[in-house]
């Protein structure tokens, strides 16, 4: 009898960690692209809960867009996959039953427009990472390179995932298949508009325009939920808990929270039932989050990690850390905003680091460093861009930037190597080779790089001194010494 988690071995989970639908039994709603842990730990669960809660058939078919590993773990378990939640006091497992179908987008992308064509599906979300957007993060224009530009301008199959909406929706068009909202997931300031424009711009470059604009939103979401990689004991865990092997288990923090603009022309899973927030505008809390918590998150994986520190809540326990924190969150997160009604930043601010605070998750502090060019913008940038338009000296901000541009010189203060995972890595590489590697070497290569940096911040005197003061101290003292005497 095989001992992997199926259909069939489904009566072998304790009952309370069994789906909360009935696997396959709600028709497909939804198409989801990027079959990541985020996904799999968050909407998929919001949107079991709304179906146990409310039914519908909303079922999710998910597209992995290039990696086929999690697909085929999938595929060998029925679509069923577990979610373990990591608490103080203890964890708990459940198997998530609302994934009806998959699809491989880089071997069958044909299949993929065929369901954004079809009626049935009302909805297309998307976690494809701040970079699949193709949009530069610092000034939001569209980066048309060959393989988009195929995508639009040919029949050959689509490359990107903008390719594959716009494929999509022209076959929609073609089908009739009716109105349909395209709800980004990922953590991009005011998702919702920045999809917006990217659809928007697309239908032009493919007479598309009038019908997308009779036909399609673009409803804006804040998500939350801290989900790291998987590992080895990930596995382990859930084999414990289940009482069956599966190997596309995944684990995360208990909180959970996704907030919702209420724009959806062809109906929704009712997941104000699972928990979730349905609002007019939810760009203040996407602000919110994306300061505070994301903001937070690569602080202290670039400074954990430039010490030594393997994980977030390794790394919260240096010297200093938390407290140098807590004055980012004060002195320049909370006042470069205006936080939703009722929301007290640094309230807020702090339940960001009791959650980073869970050693159980082992989450990695390179994980959260990954990608730092896509993600520093809306993250760091943009609050210090703003606490100096008010006229202040934005010093935390800066040594979070500071500690960016030291982490990918790719050593740790320890002289073991750190990995630049970045869709810029070469652009920045090339910079750096060509600088002289002194603090205000590395501030003006990497201050150049426009698409990070905007212009006002480029040139901007105050910022650039602040950046060259942070790294002289880590030159002199280390990343560990200058946070123990930071705040
Ligand atoms: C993290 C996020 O890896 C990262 O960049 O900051 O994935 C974070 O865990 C989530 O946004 C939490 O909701």
């Given at each position: 009898?095989?001992?992997r988690?199926?259909?069939?071995?489904?009566?072998?989970?304790?009952?309370?960690?069994?789906?909360r639908?009935?696997?396959?039994?709600?028709?497909?709603?939804?198409?989801?692209?990027?079959?990541?842990?985020f996904?799999?730990?968050?909407?998929?669960?919001?949107?079991?809960?709304?179906?146990?809660?409310?039914?519908?058939?909303?079922?999710?078919?998910?597209?992995?867009?290039?990696?086929?590993?999690?697909?085929?773990?999938l595929?060998?378990?029925?679509?069923?996959?577990?979610?373990?939640?990591?608490?103080?006091?203890?964890?708990?497992?459940?198997?998530?039953?609302?994934?009806?179908?998959?699809?491989?987008?880089?071997?069958?992308?044909?299949?993929?427009?065929?369901?954004?064509?079809?009626?049935?599906?009302?909805?297309?979300?998307?976690?494809?990472?701040?970079?699949?957007?193709?949009?530069d993060?610092?000034?939001?224009?569209?980066?048309?390179?060959?393989?988009?530009?195929?995508d639009?301008?040919?029949?050959?199959?689509?490359?990107?995932?903008?390719?594959?909406?716009?494929?999509?929706l022209?076959?929609?068009?073609?089908?009739?298949?009716?109105?349909?909202?395209?709800?980004?997931?990922?953590?991009?300031?005011?998702?919702?508009?920045?999809?917006?424009?990217?659809?928007?711009?697309?239908?032009?470059?493919?007479?598309?325009?009038?019908?997308?604009?009779?036909?399609?939103?673009?409803?804006?979401?804040?998500v939350?939920?801290?989900?790291?990689?998987?590992?080895?004991?990930?596995?382990?865990?859930?084999?414990?808990?289940?009482?069956?092997?599966?190997?596309?288990?995944l684990?995360?923090?208990?909180?959970?929270?996704?907030i919702i603009?209420?724009?959806?022309?062809?109906?929704?899973?009712?997941?104000?039932?699972?928990?979730?927030?349905?609002?007019?505008?939810?760009?203040?809390?996407?602000?919110?989050?994306?300061?505070?918590?994301?903001?937070?998150?690569?602080?202290?994986?670039?400074?954990?990690?430039?010490?030594?520190?393997k994980?977030?809540?390794?790394?919260?326990?240096?010297?200093?850390?938390?407290?140098?924190?807590?004055?980012?969150?004060?002195?320049?997160?909370?006042?470069?905003?205006?936080?939703?009604?009722?929301?007290?930043?640094?309230?807020?601010?702090?339940?960001?680091?009791?959650?980073?605070?869970?050693?159980?998750?082992?989450?990695?502090?390179?994980?959260?460093?990954?990608?730092?060019?896509?993600?520093?913008?809306?993250?760091?940038?943009?609050?210090?861009?703003?606490?100096?338009?008010?006229?202040?000296?934005?010093?935390?901000?800066?040594?979070?930037?500071a500690?960016?541009?030291?982490?990918?010189?790719?050593?740790?203060?320890?002289?073991?190597?750190?990995?630049?995972?970045?869709?810029?890595?070469?652009?920045?590489?090339?910079?750096?080779e060509?600088?002289?590697?002194?603090?205000?070497?590395?501030?003006?290569?990497?201050?150049?790089?426009?698409?990070?940096?905007?212009?006002?911040?480029?040139?901007?005197?105050?910022?650039?001194?602040?950046?060259?003061?942070?790294?002289?101290?880590?030159?002199?003292?280390?990343?560990?010494?200058?946070?123990?005497s930071?705040?």
């Amino acid at each position: 009898m095989s001992d992997r988690l199926r259909l069939s071995t489904l009566s072998r989970v304790p009952a309370a960690s069994r789906p909360r639908i009935t696997p396959g039994e709600a028709g497909a709603g939804i198409v989801h692209l990027g079959l990541g842990a985020f996904f799999r730990a968050h909407q998929a669960v919001f949107t079991e809960d709304a179906m146990a809660a409310a039914g519908g058939d909303w079922g999710i078919v998910g597209v992995a867009p290039r990696s086929v590993t999690v697909l085929e773990a999938l595929r060998a378990q029925d679509n069923l996959y577990s979610v373990t939640t990591l608490a103080a006091g203890g964890r708990s497992a459940r198997v998530i039953g609302s994934l009806a179908g998959l699809r491989h987008a880089a071997s069958d992308p044909g299949a993929v427009v065929a369901l954004i064509a079809d009626p049935a599906i009302r909805m297309v979300t998307l976690t494809v990472t701040e970079k699949a957007y193709r949009l530069d993060p610092a000034t939001g224009r569209l980066l048309l390179d060959d393989d988009l530009r195929g995508d639009l301008e040919t029949d050959r199959p689509p490359r990107t995932v903008p390719g594959l909406l716009i494929r999509g929706l022209a076959a929609r068009r073609q089908a009739d298949g009716g109105p349909i909202a395209l709800v980004s997931c990922d953590n991009l300031p005011a998702n919702g508009h920045l999809l917006r424009g990217l659809v928007d711009h697309l239908a032009e470059a493919t007479a598309l325009s009038g019908w997308v604009r009779e036909n399609v939103t673009c409803p804006g979401t804040m998500v939350d939920r801290i989900v790291p990689a998987s590992t080895a004991e990930t596995l382990a865990v859930a084999r414990g808990e289940l009482g069956v092997r599966d190997e596309a288990a995944l684990w995360g923090e208990p909180y959970r929270a996704w907030i919702i603009e209420d724009d959806f022309p062809a109906g929704r899973p009712a997941w104000e039932r699972a928990g979730a927030v349905l609002t007019g505008d939810p760009r203040p809390w996407e602000r919110l989050k994306l300061r505070s918590l994301n903001g937070v998150h690569s602080a202290v994986a670039y400074l954990g990690a430039l010490a030594g520190r393997k994980t977030i809540a390794d790394a919260l326990t240096l010297p200093g850390m938390a407290a140098t924190m807590r004055r980012f969150i004060a002195e320049d997160i909370a006042p470069s905003f205006t936080a939703p009604d009722g929301v007290d930043t640094v309230e807020y601010g702090e339940e960001v680091l009791r959650r980073f605070d869970n050693p159980a998750m082992g989450h990695r502090t390179v994980q959260v460093a990954m990608d730092g060019s896509q993600k520093l913008p809306q993250r760091v940038l943009h609050a210090v861009r703003d606490r100096r338009a008010a006229g202040a000296t934005p010093r935390w901000g800066a040594l979070v930037v500071a500690a960016w541009m030291r982490f990918v010189r790719g050593v740790a203060d320890d002289g073991s190597p750190l990995p630049l995972d970045d869709p810029l890595a070469g652009v920045i590489r090339a910079r750096l080779e060509k600088a002289p590697d002194t603090p205000p070497g590395l501030v003006d290569a990497l201050l150049g790089l426009d698409s990070v940096f905007a212009p006002e911040l480029a040139g901007d005197e105050v910022v650039r001194q602040l950046l060259v003061d942070w790294l002289t101290d880590f030159d002199r003292h280390g990343v560990a010494a200058t946070l123990a005497s930071a705040a």
